[in-house]
């Protein structure tokens, strides 16, 4: 079992610029999800997956942010166009199914100056 | 809005003492409370969970004494350890929501020799 998968672990870009980050989750998993942590507000949950479609994106913080889950093996946030205060580490994590712990992956620190 | 709120912000226990961090919550539609822990440069990871139809759960060193009439739930480390160190995150998830987790904003605990 190799765990959630994600890449790149570091992202340093400018302003304006478009950030790709990309999930694999653990085979098998059903749910996945994006998570963002920042000192001043802890761990913020983006948006979340169930078999391919996103469910709850009540978390993306604005329209600069996009998620997508082509296949259950794949996903990808998208920030464009980023800015300094998006610098933060962006977490993916799966769960097999309801009620299930979540795995995470062990992140991507994204800095955009 | 802090859903979980969490206490305290870090905290300094002596090897062999007990860690304590405490957390509460507002809404009583939660009803699933796990412990992570994050290793620095890694995702967190499942320490132990709680459901609110029992008042405490131990696994090893690892206890979860649960206060449902006070909206209150404790994590108490026994017998801490070096490897201790790391960073617990409180978190709830309400029922019909998947594993959709809201966090505490976190407790850096150090253990020291």
């Known amino acids: 079992d190799a765990g959630v998968i994600q890449s790149p672990r570091h992202e340093v870009t400018e302003m304006g610029q478009e950030v790709t980050l990309r999930c694999k989750p653990i085979?098998?998993?059903?749910?996945l999800f994006w998570y963002r942590q920042t000192m001043m507000r802890g761990l913020e949950l983006l948006i979340y997956?169930?078999?391919?479609?996103?469910?709850?994106d009540s978390g993306m913080p604005e329209d600069r942010f996009s998620a997508k889950m082509p296949n259950a093996s794949f996903s990808t946030l998208k920030i464009q166009p980023s800015e300094p205060r998006d610098s933060a580490v962006y977490f993916c994590?799966?769960?097999?199914?309801?009620?299930?712990?979540?795995?995470f992956g062990n992140g991507t620190r994204l800095t955009v100056t | 809005q802090q859903q979980v709120k969490q206490s305290p912000q870090s905290l300094i226990v002596q090897k062999g003492g007990i860690s304590i961090i405490n957390c509460a919550y507002e809404n009583t539609a939660f009803d699933y409370f796990p412990w992570y822990q994050q290793f620095p440069g890694k995702g967190p990871a499942l320490l132990i969970a709680?459901?609110?139809?029992?008042s405490e759960k131990k696994e090893g060193r690892f206890t979860i004494s649960f206060n449902k009439s006070a909206k209150q739930f404790s994590l108490h480390i026994m017998d801490s350890q070096p490897g201790d160190s790391a960073t617990y995150f409180c978190a709830a998830r309400k029922s019909g929501t998947a594993s959709k987790l809201t966090f505490g904003t976190g407790t850096r605990l150090q253990v020291t020799l």
């Open positions: 085979s098998g998993h059903d749910y």
């Open positions: 709680i459901r609110p139809d029992v």
């Open positions: 994590a799966s769960s097999p199914r309801t009620g299930q712990a979540l795995h």
């Open positions: 997956f169930n078999n391919n479609v996103p469910i709850d």
